[in-house]
């Protein structure tokens, strides 16, 4: 896989590309925050505790760090186009095993189709975020790559509402399912609902597979990306941007998933109705984010500066999770005793904020890490797509101290030492070129 910065006088030309790289990062999303809405109703089917519900994620995003570096040997030997042909083949291949998943209700067969899905997502993943770095001016790049998230994130609106409309149709209040013990009659009936989404995203795969084999994605070299390297490095260990940045991104990754993943959870047990769209509030301050990426670097705001505002919102929005109080359903209530703060909102409020905090962190950090790599360039695009097992590790985490504590608000504090890893990739990490 080759990759280096394209003449921006010919941007025109890779119009169409662009469109098609596009529409996969539509598709990353639509399938990464299907989880986020899956999650409760695997937890209801399978009868599931809070830690073994997150466990979902944990085999999703697992599955990057398992095949990042198989699925970059396969990109290096196929290219681009037929690279991302085959991912969307293993992806919907993964899709059609929730048929027998679903049929069976059985949670492991789950575990397995998720497996494949992400194992598809890796090589698609691997493929486009260089390509979207180097397609122009690498001092650009996040906002490329935050008109992507605005995309992608888009679907992560829309996907939690479509998916609770097709599950709950004519099956009452969300909020009832989570409340009272189902029959094994209603517990098999709402197996059977999962099975539609996915057919559908199977065929959507399937129709794709062809768009990017018959498509002309240009190839592009490395030479670009090459002219600060040391020629006497052997190793992509010797290179700190990129090991530091896969470190933030582990990070990051991992409290991006629980801001999407864990909003439904934390809702269905308050019992609020509607809790499977949850997700989707999460995607919307995301998508707030990624404009304020797109409007702001790199005329106004560096990549580099685009971390520190996303390390200190997301402080912010921990600690407003902590202090606020989940005992009222209106949109404002006022804290009392020792905090003596006013008018705070729910702290699910704030779970969904930690979307802005976490929107630029993925766009800046890809440029960062990657410049100046040269030969290296595919390898460290495989060691940022490996970070991404931090949405596997660090929910997991959370879910083991919601089962340890019974206390949803203690387990966000886990997002402290992941945004200050953050700060410090902002503040010198992403500097520094020698150990």
């Keep these: ?155 992560g609106v829309v996907v939690p509402v479509v998916f609770a409309a097709l599950i709950l149709s004519d099956l009452g209040d969300a909020s009832d399912l989570t409340s009272r013990q189902l029959s094994e009659v209603e517990i098999t009936a709402l197996s059977e609902r999962l099975i539609l989404p996915y057919i559908y995203m199977a065929c959507a795969l399937i129709m794709l597979i062809g768009l990017v084999y018959f498509s002309n994605l240009p190839t592009i070299s490395e030479n670009s990306n090459a002219h600060d390297t040391e020629d006497d490095r052997k190793s992509i260990f010797a290179y700190p941007q990129i090991i530091l940045g896969a470190i933030a991104l582990f990070a990051n990754i991992g409290m991006e998933v629980i801001a999407g993943d864990t909003i439904g959870l934390y809702g269905a047990r308050e019992n609020l109705p509607h809790f499977a769209t949850l997700t989707s509030y999460t995607m919307i301050f995301m998508l707030v984010g990624y404009f304020v990426g797109i409007f702001t670097i790199p005329k106004y705001m560096s990549q580099s500066q685009a971390l520190y505002f996303s390390a200190i919102t997301g402080f912010l929005c921990i600690i407003c999770i902590s202090l606020s109080s989940e005992n009222s359903n209106s949109v404002t209530h006022a804290l009392w005793g020792w905090t003596g703060l006013p008018l705070l909102p729910n702290p699910i409020f704030f779970v969904a904020t930690m979307g802005t905090a976490n929107a630029l962190v993925w766009p800046a950090i890809w440029p960062l890490a990657l410049k100046g790599l040269g030969k290296f360039t595919p390898l460290g695009s495989a060691l940022l797509v490996m970070s991404v097992s931090g949405g596997a590790i660090i929910p997991l985490v959370f879910g083991k101290i919601v089962d340890m504590t019974d206390n949803f608000q203690m387990a966000y504090l886990i997002g402290i030492p992941c945004y200050l890893l953050i700060f410090l990739y902002a503040y010198k990490g992403h500097k520094m070129r020698h150990w």
């Design 1 to 155: 896989m080759n990759v280096s910065n394209v003449p921006e006088q010919n941007s025109n030309n890779y119009i169409v590309p662009m469109i098609i790289i596009g529409l996969l990062f539509f598709i990353f999303v639509f399938v990464t925050w299907l989880n986020g809405s899956l999650i409760p109703f695997l937890r209801i089917i399978c009868d599931l505790s809070d830690f073994q519900a997150l466990f979902v994620t944990f085999d999703f995003y697992i599955s990057y760090t398992v095949m990042a570096l198989p699925m970059a040997a396969i990109l290096n030997k196929t290219g681009y186009r037929n690279g991302m042909a085959i991912g969307l083949a293993i992806m919907s291949s993964g899709a059609l095993l929730f048929i027998p998943a679903a049929l069976s209700a059985n949670y492991i067969l789950f575990l397995i189709a998720l497996f494949v899905l992400g194992t598809g997502l890796t090589i698609l993943q691997t493929a486009s975020n260089p390509y979207v770095v180097f397609i122009g001016p690498i001092e650009s790049a996040a906002r490329r790559i935050a008109v992507m998230g605005v995309i992608n994130k888009f679907a």
